[in-house]
């Protein structure tokens, strides 16, 4: 008896925190670069420390990893200077609040008040030399290696000046971690080595990777998963209670 409650409660607290990263995903359905996240669960065995710990009849469902999905999203032209997509595999990598470095595929980038060029939410895209600076009244021009030029509006504007190029990785899937802002960094904490073999298309976004038809899908599969361990739990306290009527002296 026990250890049907004890396979109901747990796969029933983990459907919903299956069903709270289902969900994180159709808020992110629209967010530029944004890589679908997914519950991976395994059944474990109660350990017991007691003298005598019997027969291992009970198991925990537990949320055993958290897998992402790294199939790129579609590309949007938008015609923005400053808006860019990574075609293929790799990464821009930006500044993390910490002073690290981690890695976006939204390339959603515009200018500072004092022309570095960071993200919407004020994070410095890194160059070969640390954040890219980009002077007043220039025409920007990004390259497909992620070169970053400019020519004069005024003046020699035959001059071609190159200011930076932006940083490109590409480290093992295996090795990359999300974090709680929704950047990703290597599982050591340290910088990834440039990729000279990625490129990214000026002008365009990725968008979501979120297959929202799926995910809709997926959260009703959840919720009858749900109902059907409650219902579960509701059978067992039944039987437990016709059990305690039978042993009951009368």
Not at 144 to 169: F, W
Not at 197 to 202: C, D, G, K, L, S
Request: no cysteine.
């Amino acid at each position: 008896m026990d250890r049907l409650i004890y396979t109901a409660m747990t796969g029933a607290s983990q459907t919903l925190n299956r069903q709270a990263a289902v969900a994180h995903n159709l808020a992110n359905v629209s967010t530029a670069g944004y890589r679908a996240e997914e519950h991976r669960l395994r059944a474990v065995q109660v350990q017991s420390h007691a003298a005598q710990p019997g027969l291992s009849t009970r198991a925990f469902v537990v949320d055993a990893s958290t897998h992402t999905d790294f199939t790129p999203g579609s590309q949007i032209y938008t015609g923005r200077d400053f808006d860019m997509a990574v075609q293929g595999a790799g990464w821009i990598a930006v500044q993390a609040p910490d002073g690290g470095e981690a890695y976006t595929r939204n390339g959603n980038f515009e200018l500072s008040v004092n022309g570095v060029l960071q993200t919407r939410s004020g994070l410095s895209v890194q160059g070969d030399g640390g954040p890219i600076s980009i002077p007043p009244e220039v025409k920007v021009s990004i390259g497909v290696d992620g070169t970053v030029s400019v020519v004069p509006e005024s003046g020699a504007q035959n001059t071609v000046n190159v200011v930076g190029r932006i940083k490109l990785v590409n480290p093992p899937e295996a090795e990359m971690v999300r974090g709680e802002d929704g950047l990703f960094r290597l599982r050591n904490g340290g910088p990834a080595p440039v990729d000279e073999q990625a490129r990214i298309a000026a002008g365009y976004t990725e968008g979501s990777n979120v297959n929202a038809a799926e995910q809709m899908v997926t959260m009703i599969s959840l919720a009858r998963q749900f109902e059907m361990q409650m219902k579960m739990l509701t059978t067992a306290d039944t039987n437990d209670r016709a059990a305690a009527q039978l042993l009951s002296v009368r």
